[in-house]
Nanobody
Framework: QVQVVESGGGSVQPGGSLTLSCTVS????????TGWYRQAPGGQRVLVAT???????VYADSAKGRFTISREDAKRMVYLQMTDLRPDDTGVYYC??????????????WGQGTQVTVSS
């Protein structure tokens, strides 16, 4: 089994910064695509940023220029650096990690989420 645990959430004022961390453990030899998603109160889970195993990053328009996704596969860590935070960045942030399986589709695992609240 694979475990994914997010940390680093909290409450910040508009314009502030936070760095979220995602720790991966368990039976996973190779990490495939990774991503961060946000779910606002009453809303659906939406993509914030993804980073492939090859290093390509994709960002939601709202995150471009403010957020940076990174990963350290050797440490089994995924990060999301968030700057210039806005109230509409508020939500629960989830980390998704893909497990590469030879001859089979990648299997995705999700964490339980970490709350980010941006408010004055």
């Amino acid at each position: 089994q694979v475990q994914v645990v997010e940390s680093g959430g909290g409450s910040v004022q508009p314009g502030g910064s936070l760095t979220l961390s995602c720790t991966v453990s368990g039976n996973i030899a190779r990490i495939g695509s990774t991503g961060w998603y946000r779910q606002a109160p009453g809303g659906q889970r939406v993509l914030v940023a993804t980073r492939s195993s090859g290093g390509a990053s994709v960002y939601a328009d709202s995150a471009k220029g403010r957020f940076t996704i990174s990963r350290e596969d050797a440490k089994r860590m995924v990060y999301l650096q968030m700057t210039d935070l806005r109230p509409d960045d508020t939500g629960v942030y989830y980390c998704k990690v893909g497990k590469i399986q030879l001859g089979r589709p990648q299997q995705d695992y999700w964490g339980q989420g970490t709350q980010v609240t941006v408010s004055s």
